[in-house]
């Protein structure tokens, strides 16, 4: 998938997704685009299909030597992990499609009935003011590895003697990402919710060899690649990629609810324009973003 560095990232599938509707790439791809722009507000999670092959694979058999498409493990992820990569050069062919759902709700009922779950939001105390909601995707992601295609990626980063194995040729990943609730906040300070993605995979796909087998193929050292690998197959996660050239300092939080992290996002000039804190529980992934980072930390804090 085409990654705009403008959009929300931030960066979480034992049947294949089967969407509801007719797939539609053109508009998929528009409506997609449509919430991705929106990053000048703030950085997002539920938009990293790139990034979300590379999670698909995690529970996989290392020793498997052959892949039996009608075979599918099926699992949720819900850790948010940050690469320093730009995952829009894997070399992976992507096709997105959604049953074309935006819709602005007027309130949390509403917003429950479409999305599936019933959105949080921090109290009174701690932000003030009635939030405009809107409720959007699901959005389906079907992944195929070409090999010829990783094979000249990889030729491209100068990297000559890895061997691409023939028969991940046209293997397929599925990812089902939201509905997502976003509640936007006077102050420009917004809200983003979601339950934790589906991935979907064939049984028996090698993870570790995978992982550094991509990660290579984008530049990345060998060494490097090794190592992102092995932390990845280790602690599976969804991947937030941020640029090399993106200036963006991470700091690890320590909330009375649990682990977070903020990134703080600064202009050219060194001025700070954003920040965006980032929170994962067994049943949301949330992401808080405003141009005041300790207003952040504080609703991150507050939410269940």
């Not at 599918?72 to 990569?85: A, E, H, K, Q």
């Not at 090794?226 to 320590?254: G, T, Y």
Request: charged share 20%.
């Amino acid at each position: 998938m085409e990654s705009n560095r403008n959009d929300l990232w931030a960066a979480a599938r034992l049947a294949s997704i089967q969407p509801a509707w007719s797939p539609d790439l053109a508009r998929g791809r528009a409506l997609l685009d449509t919430r991705l722009d929106a990053r000048r507000r703030a950085w997002g999670w539920f938009a990293v299909p790139a990034a979300s092959a590379i999670c698909a694979l995690v529970l996989a058999n290392p020793s498997a030597r052959g892949f039996a498409q009608d075979l599918w493990y099926r699992f949720v992820l819900n850790r948010v992990d940050v690469v320093r990569l730009d995952l829009s050069k894997a070399p992976l062919h992507t096709h997105v499609t959604t049953n074309g759902l935006e819709q602005d709700v007027s309130n949390l009922q509403e917003a429950e009935e479409i999305a599936g779950f019933l959105p949080n939001l921090p109290s009174p105390a701690v932000l003030s003011g009635n939030p405009a909601l809107t409720v959007t995707g699901p959005i389906s992601i079907e992944q195929t590895i070409q090999v010829s295609e990783i094979e000249s990626a990889l030729t491209r980063a100068g990297v000559f003697d890895v061997q691409v194995p023939e028969e991940w040729n046209g293997l397929q990943l599925h990812t089902k990402i939201g509905p997502i609730v976003i509640a936007n906040y006077p102050g420009d300070v917004q809200i983003q919710q979601e339950q934790p993605m589906e991935l979907s995979m064939p049984s028996g796909f090698p993870l570790q060899e995978f992982a550094e087998v991509i990660f290579e193929s984008m530049g990345t050292p060998r060494w490097k690649a090794d190592a992102m690998a092995r932390r990845f197959a280790d602690h599976p996660a969804w991947l937030l990629d941020i640029p090399p050239d993106e200036v963006v300092n991470l700091h690890e939080l320590k909330l009375s609810n649990g682990p977070a992290f903020r990134m703080d996002e600064y202009d050219p000039s060194g001025a700070m324009k954003r920040a965006t804190v980032i929170r994962c529980t067994d049943e949301r992934i949330y992401s808080v973003s405003s141009p005041n980072g300790e207003l952040n930390t504080k609703i991150a804090g507050d939410l269940p």
